[in-house]
């Protein structure tokens, strides 16, 4: 028997939820409506597993759960959530969830994750863990895809540096800067150096963070 608190903002779902787990034979140790209510409980009540959604008031999910971490480590944490997003799953992971599984998921399978994290496993559905593998695999790819001197290049001009700042910076010639944009433009197929640039943003190969102007 293990001890579950459930962390989400529909009513109705706790409901069916806590009906479930108790007819299971485990034990609902609280409730929790918001994110904020979902960390003092876990600290008051010390459950084996929070069973959390993401998008509630007051604190989401996420934080909810990087928070519980934080304070209670012994306190794993599943996450059941309407958001099948691989940014979210993520984000959720990386704030400490130990398992991420979407609202369309069996009773029977909820349990069954829930009980594994109780034993200590990272859990996520196969659907989940294709999808994140395959975004790992494909970033791997694009960054492969331009040198490394190629990026830092593409991420100076994209951070608003002219293509002889980016040479200073990165203290080479303009010529050289120039060789490697041409090169640039054949590996990513563009046009010009605008194209290039959202190109590379598209791919993941860099970001427009600390944009300041336009590219020159």
């Known amino acids: 028997m293990i001890k579950i608190l459930l962390a989400d903002d529909h009513t109705l779902l706790r409901d069916g ?4 787990f108790e007819s299971a034979g485990d034990t609902v140790v609280g ?3 918001t994110g904020e209510e979902a960390v003092a409980l876990a600290k008051a009540l010390q459950p084996d597993v929070v069973l959390m959604d993401l998008s509630m008031p007051v604190m989401d999910g996420i934080e909810a759960t990087r928070s519980i971490r934080e304070q209670v480590p012994g306190v794993r944490i599943a996450v059941l959530t ?8 993520r984000d959720a992971i990386a704030a400490g969830a130990s398992a991420y599984l979407s609202k369309g998921t069996s009773f029977s399978e909820v349990r069954e994750t829930v009980l594994r994290v109780a034993d200590g496993e990272t859990v996520l559905s196969p659907a989940l863990a294709g999808a994140m593998l395959e975004t790992a695999t494909k970033a791997r790819e694009n960054e492969a895809l331009l040198s490394d001197r190629q990026v830092e290049i593409l991420q100076a001009i994209a951070d608003g540096m ?7 910076y990165l203290g080479i010639t303009t010529k050289t800067v120039h060789n490697h944009l041409n090169a640039i433009y054949r590996k990513l197929d563009a046009q010009s150096l605008t194209h290039a640039v959202l ?3 598209r791919l993941g190969i860099i970001d427009l963070n600390n944009v300041e102007n336009e590219p020159v």
């Open 199 to 201: 190109g590379a943003v």
């Open 162 to 168: 002219s293509t002889k700042q980016a040479g200073r």
């Open 82 to 89: 309407m958001h099948d997003d691989i940014d979210k799953t």
């Open 31 to 33: 409730e929790a409506s």
């Open 17 to 20: 939820l806590r009906r479930s």
